[in-house]
């Protein structure tokens, strides 16, 4: 069985950091792009980063030279290190596994393209 678990999350004030976490369980990812996502209320869910199985990387405009995307494949394990944080990062984040082997390249923040979700974890930044 397929189980995805964020932690890391929390409230933070304007400029600060925090780390989010996504522990896999139930298959071996290594061979598989991951994403993290994120939805406001109100709003769309919308692609933050995403790691193929070889390191390489997107981000969203938005979070660009602020966000750091990283996975350990001996641990299952996929992170988020968010720096510099604003106001309008505020969400609720998710992590997120392809629907496939392989890249996920063109449509790494097509939420639809990602066949699994954890349950999500909570961010707020306060100005």
């Known amino acids: 069985q397929v189980q995805l678990v964020e932690s890391g999350g929390g409230s933070v004030q304007a400029g600060g950091s925090l780390r989010l976490s996504c522990a896999a369980s139930?298959?071996?990812?290594?061979?598989?792009?991951m994403g993290w996502f994120r939805q406001a209320p109100g709003n769309e869910r919308e692609g933050v980063a995403s790691?193929?199985?070889?390191?390489?990387?997107n981000y969203a405009d938005s979070v660009k030279g602020r966000f750091t995307i990283s996975r350990d494949n001996a641990k299952n394990t996929l992170y988020l290190q968010m720096n510099s944080l604003k106001p309008e990062d505020t969400a609720m984040y998710y992590c997120?596994?392809?629907?496939?082997?392989?890249?996920?390249?063109?449509?790494?923040?097509?939420?639809?393209?990602?066949?699994?979700w954890g349950q999500g974890t909570q961010v707020t930044v306060s100005s």
């Open positions: 997120a596994i392809y629907r496939a082997s392989g890249y996920c390249s063109g449509s790494w923040s097509r939420a639809p393209d990602f066949g699994y």
């Open positions: 790691i193929n199985s070889d390191g390489s990387t």
């Open positions: 139930g298959y071996t990812y290594s061979s598989y792009c």
